[in-house]
């Protein structure tokens, strides 16, 4: 019986280990938001970039975002200089100066470029809906990610309309990651 507990619990241990964020195409985001509305967290990425891979390494690794973003969002991995063919709101984006088998650099998909990304990663959101809310430049541990994840789950972003009202957010916040 004993054997049976102990393999049981490291089971457990073992799954919730291995617990990851449900990725998605863009695409795929915006057709489960039509069935059941939920916001959308993109992780816009590039394969050359080193806090892209950090970030997927230790923030998008933790527990506590993994289960906040897979509870209250529709998460996506977007590659910024990739070839996925993306349609958004009624226009279709692709990549066609993508070159095959190219190290390094490769050309900036038209969906990066319409959201006017300044650097990777990014960190976009967007409402139920599928609009544009905000992209969040830039590496974020656990707890620099929380206030933006936990701000926009909420709609607290709506009411932070100046400078002043975001510094007062931010004092304010309590994080728990």
Known sequence: MKKILLF??????GTMS???I?????????AAQKEQPKKIFMDVYTTWCGPCK???????GDKNVINFINENYYAVKFNAEGT???TY????YTNPNYQEGRKGRNATHFFADALKLRGYPSLVFFKENGDLIQAVPGYKTPQQLEIYLKMIANDDYAKLTTVEAWKEYQENFKGTF
């Open 89 to 92: 709101q009624d226009f279709t």
């Open 18 to 20: 291995a617990q990851k």
């Open 54 to 60: 950090l970030l997927d390494r230790n923030t998008f």
């Open 84 to 86: 996925e063919e993306i």
């Open 8 to 13: 049981v619990a490291l089971l457990t241990v």
């Open 22 to 30: 449900n990725w998605m195409t863009l695409n795929e985001a915006l």
